[in-house]
Each structure stands twice: as structure tokens, then as C-alpha cells.
């Protein structure tokens, strides 16, 4: 078992990260790539400028229509996203293996407040299936695979939380926990999770669509 | 009636016994390292037999209680009458970099993985007072 944990914990890291960022800077190329293929005069009025004051305005919270639009979903969806990064970077835990491998530290969360912020993160990923179920025009987009990312989102929270407290089978709880988060990051390239780097890039051409060319407003 | 409270009398006893059982269990006193050391642990001491490791490594005490001058490890010499933390700090320093939990996590950690045995697991040591 602990030659499984050591690879798990040791050579896996590596393989998913390098699966994460490498697909990740795959994918970019091949839109870039794309863009110059099909619409190449997008380059022509993309500017920075605009691109970040889209970017930007999408960040303020409640500050974009459509958020203000539907504020309930689009706050939690909001809080979420901080949690989603904030819980596992900031966790004293993640940070003592962190540190260990590199030799680098920053200041970690609380132990309580990440727990509860944890069951914040659960209690988002619940909302979001139920919006999946009840939602009539949100079900009617809705896939298996839709559900499945869900999941793959919540078991390392899920499990992360359960070993926390070493309620029951630790041991095993806690290596589900490891190939979880591996899992989440290795899905991330190929998945709507890739929307971590669609997203910003969507915001890039409409905010310079808008902002340059229509002279209007994209939020 | 009569017949319900015997059985409801019996359920009571039953579950006392059995609670009991399980709790004296799951809180029996493990060995642990005292994190004196430390300005405000996070977990509690790690679940340490001292005798235990003492057998496994032939009495062998430099394993864990070793030397170390200039970064180099000294064969052969032992340090039993020191704390760890006499030569680890909290924080890392110029003279010894391995500051105390790091010294702690690598040197019971590397070695049940390099001997395929002992727990490696953050819970399986610091388990829950």
C-alpha cells in the first residue's frame, strides 16, 4: 500500500499537472492557431486594453447585466470560484506537502474556516445539480456528463472533508482524495472545465468586439 | 406493559455496554510525541512507540537520533541526549536548514515508504485526540 501512496502522492502529481498545463497550453495554441485559420482579422482589433477592462468589469461582483439578472445563482457561482481555488491553495495541509517538496510557504486558512468553507464549496456543487434538475431551460442543455464533471468536482472536496475529521476509513478516504484532485486536474484540458481558459479568452474578443470596434459596453 | 419496559431496561443496558466498549476503545491512550516544541501544533502529537521502533531498528538510535556537521550526515554517531529541537528550529536557519516538522514529516515519513510499512498518511500519525 505505501508503494501505491508513494506514487500517488510522488510520480501522479507530476503526470496530472504536466497533463493540466500541458493540455491547457495545447489547447490554447490550437484556438489561436484556429482563429488565424478561420477569422483572422479578430487580430486585427483585439487590443489588451479592452480585452482586460472586459475581463475586468466580469470580475466586479453583480457589476455585469446578466448577473444582476439572475443574482442568486450568479452569487453562489461567484463564491464558488473564489472557494474553488482558495480552500485547497490556502489549506495548512496542502501547504506542509508544498513545502516539503519545495521549500516555499505562504500563510494558511484556519483549519475550521477552510472545514466550513469546504462545506460551502459542497453546498454550491448541490445547488448547481439541483439548478441542473429544476430548471427547465438549464435541464433541457443538461447531459450525463454535466452531472459526472459535478461529481468529479465534489469528490475531492467530499473526501477532503471526511479525512479532515478521520471519521471512517481513513486510510482509503484519503487516497480517493489524492486520485480525485488528480482526476479534477487531469479532466480540466478536456472538459468544460477548460472554460478556466475559454473563458478569459471570450472575454478578450467580445470585450474587444464591443469595446473597439462597436464602441459599446459587453457587460 | 412490564414486558415493553423489561425490553426497553434491556435495550438501555445493552447500548451503555456496548458504548462504553467503544469509546474506552476508540479513546484508549495511544503513545504519542509530545509537540512541546512547537508554538501552537495544528494536529496533535504523532502516534509514536518509542520501544516499538527501538526493536524494529535493532537498537540501532542513530537512525532517527543521528548527526549531522555541515550538511553531512556523520556515520556511526548518535545524539539520544538531545531534543530535535535543540538543533531544528521552527523556521529554517543558515546553520540548519531542516527546520522541526520538516525534520519530523521526512525522517518517519521517507522511511516507511522506503521500508513499504508504517503509516505515511497525514491522519494515520496525527490521529484525532
Given at each position: 500500500?505505501?508503494?501505491?501512496?508513494?506514487?500517488?502522492?510522488?510520480?501522479?502529481?507530476?503526470?496530472?499537472v504536466?497533463?493540466?498545463?500541458?493540455?491547457?497550453?495545447?489547447?490554447?495554441?490550437?484556438i489561436?492557431?484556429?482563429?488565424?485559420?478561420?477569422?483572422?482579422?479578430?487580430?486585427?482589433?483585439?487590443?489588451?486594453?479592452?480585452?482586460?477592462?472586459?475581463?475586468?468589469?466580469?470580475?466586479?461582483?453583480?457589476f455585469?447585466?446578466?448577473?444582476?439578472?439572475?443574482?442568486?445563482?450568479?452569487?453562489?457561482?461567484?463564491l464558488?470560484?473564489?472557494?474553488?481555488?482558495?480552500?485547497?491553495?490556502?489549506?495548512?495541509?496542502?501547504?506542509?506537502?508544498?513545502?516539503?517538496?519545495?521549500?516555499?510557504?505562504?500563510?494558511?486558512?484556519?483549519?475550521?474556516?477552510?472545514?466550513?468553507?469546504?462545506?460551502?464549496?459542497?453546498?454550491?456543487?448541490?445547488?448547481?445539480?439541483?439548478?441542473?434538475?429544476?430548471?427547465?431551460?438549464?435541464?433541457?442543455?443538461?447531459?450525463?456528463?454535466?452531472?459526472?464533471?459535478?461529481?468529479?468536482?465534489?469528490?475531492?472536496?467530499l473526501?477532503?472533508?471526511?479525512a479532515?475529521?478521520?471519521?471512517?476509513?481513513?486510510?482509503?478516504?484519503?487516497?480517493?482524495?489524492?486520485?480525485?484532485?488528480?482526476?479534477?486536474?487531469?479532466?480540466?484540458?478536456?472538459?468544460?472545465?477548460?472554460?478556466?481558459l475559454?473563458?478569459?479568452?471570450?472575454?478578450?474578443?467580445?470585450?474587444?468586439?464591443?469595446?473597439?470596434?462597436?464602441?459599446?459596453?459587453?457587460? | 406493559?412490564?414486558?415493553?419496559?423489561?425490553?426497553?431496561?434491556?435495550?438501555?443496558?445493552?447500548?451503555?455496554?456496548?458504548?462504553?466498549?467503544?469509546?474506552?476503545?476508540?479513546?484508549?491512550?495511544?503513545?504519542?510525541?509530545?509537540?512541546?516544541?512547537?508554538?501552537?501544533?495544528?494536529?496533535?502529537?504523532?502516534?509514536?512507540?518509542h520501544?516499538?521502533?527501538?526493536?524494529?531498528?535493532?537498537?540501532?538510535?542513530?537512525?532517527?537520533?543521528?548527526?549531522?556537521?555541515?550538511?553531512e550526515?556523520?556515520?556511526?554517531?548518535?545524539?539520544?541526549?538531545?531534543?530535535?529541537?535543540?538543533?531544528?528550529?521552527?523556521?529554517?536557519?543558515?546553520?540548519?536548514?531542516?527546520p522541526?516538522?520538516?525534520?519530523y514529516?521526512?525522517?518517519?515519513?521517507?522511511?516507511?515508504?522506503?521500508?513499504?510499512?508504517?503509516?505515511?498518511?497525514?491522519?494515520?500519525?496525527?490521529?484525532?485526540?
Amino acid at each position: 500500500m505505501n508503494s501505491f501512496i508513494a506514487f500517488i502522492m510522488g510520480p501522479m502529481v507530476w503526470i496530472s499537472v504536466i497533463i493540466f498545463l500541458g493540455g491547457l497550453i495545447f489547447k490554447l495554441v490550437g484556438i489561436l492557431g484556429a482563429v488565424r485559420q478561420k477569422e483572422p482579422y479578430i487580430y486585427s482589433y483585439v487590443t489588451l486594453k479592452h480585452s482586460l477592462r472586459s475581463i475586468g468589469a466580469w470580475l466586479i461582483p453583480f457589476f455585469p447585466r446578466s448577473a444582476r439578472l439572475s443574482p442568486v445563482y450568479y452569487g453562489i457561482s461567484y463564491l464558488f470560484h473564489i472557494l474553488l481555488f482558495l480552500v485547497p491553495l490556502f489549506l495548512a495541509s496542502h501547504i506542509v506537502l508544498i513545502n516539503e517538496a519545495f521549500q516555499i510557504s505562504w500563510p494558511a486558512l484556519n483549519d475550521s474556516v477552510a472545514d466550513v468553507l469546504t462545506l460551502g464549496v459542497i453546498a454550491a456543487l448541490i445547488f448547481f445539480a439541483v439548478r441542473r434538475i429544476r430548471v427547465p431551460e438549464v435541464k433541457y442543455l443538461t447531459g450525463a456528463m454535466d452531472y459526472l464533471l459535478i461529481l468529479v468536482v465534489l469528490l475531492p472536496f467530499l473526501t477532503g472533508f471526511l479525512a479532515y475529521h478521520q471519521w471512517v476509513a481513513y486510510q482509503w478516504i484519503t487516497v480517493i482524495h489524492i486520485l480525485s484532485g488528480e482526476l479534477m486536474l487531469i479532466i480540466i484540458p478536456f472538459s468544460r472545465f477548460s472554460h478556466m481558459l475559454n473563458a478569459p479568452l471570450t472575454r478578450a474578443y467580445m470585450g474587444s468586439e464591443f469595446g473597439h470596434v462597436r464602441q459599446a459596453r459587453d457587460w | 406493559m412490564a414486558y415493553s419496559n423489561r425490553f426497553i431496561m434491556f435495550l438501555i443496558v445493552l447500548f451503555a455496554a456496548v458504548g462504553t466498549g467503544f469509546f474506552s476503545y476508540a479513546g484508549q491512550d495511544l503513545e504519542r510525541l509530545d509537540p512541546w516544541a512547537f508554538d501552537s501544533p495544528r494536529r496533535p502529537g504523532a502516534v509514536f512507540s518509542h520501544d516499538d521502533h527501538i526493536f524494529l531498528l535493532d537498537d540501532d538510535c542513530s537512525v532517527c537520533h543521528h548527526v549531522y556537521e555541515n550538511g553531512e550526515l556523520i556515520p556511526d554517531e548518535s545524539s539520544e541526549d538531545l531534543y530535535c529541537s535543540d538543533c531544528h528550529s521552527l523556521k529554517p536557519m543558515p546553520d540548519n536548514p531542516m527546520p522541526l516538522e520538516a525534520a519530523y514529516h521526512n525522517l518517519c515519513r521517507d522511511c516507511h515508504f522506503d521500508r513499504g510499512e508504517g503509516p505515511v498518511l497525514c491522519g494515520e500519525c496525527h490521529v484525532k485526540e
